[in-house]
């Protein structure tokens, strides 16, 4: 099964900063956009940023720009969501998942994106 994995959440206090991993182990991840999503508790998941397959078109959603920053390296197989200024509304269970069938980033709708990850807690507290 084509899975991604995530990996680097955990509690940081207001203000710090985490890195996000989403590695592929079984499929090349270069031929596709990858998104990062959250979901808070009580929530519904919502996407953060994209990322196009070949590192040079990223987005983001309005409560993150100017904090957090996408990138990835095809040669590592892994994308990163870099996260600075964090902030107790950013405390989530975040994933990553594949755009289905695209290189390009369109939208966050769920239904688009496959081998969702298992996804890693991000606590911001102090």
């Known amino acids: 099964q084509l899975q991604l994995v995530e990996s680097g959440g955990g509690l940081v206090q207001p203000g710090g900063s985490l890195r996000l991993s989403c590695a592929a182990s079984s499929f090349i991840l270069n031929y596709y956009a990858i998104g990062w999503f959250r979901q808070a508790p009580g929530k519904e998941r919502e996407g953060v940023s994209c990322?196009?397959?070949?590192?040079?078109?990223?987005n983001y959603v309005d409560s993150v720009k100017g904090r957090f920053t996408i990138s990835r390296d095809n040669a590592k197989n892994t994308v990163y969501l870099q996260m600075n200024s964090l902030k107790p509304e950013d405390t989530a269970v975040y994933y990553c998942?594949?755009?289905?069938?695209?290189?390009?980033?369109?939208?966050?709708?769920?239904?688009?994106?496959?081998?969702w990850g298992q996804g890693t807690q991000v606590t911001v507290s102090s």
């Open positions: 998942a594949a755009r289905i069938a695209r290189s390009y980033c369109s939208g966050y709708v769920e239904a688009d994106f496959g081998s």
């Open positions: 990322i196009n397959n070949n590192g040079i078109s990223t």
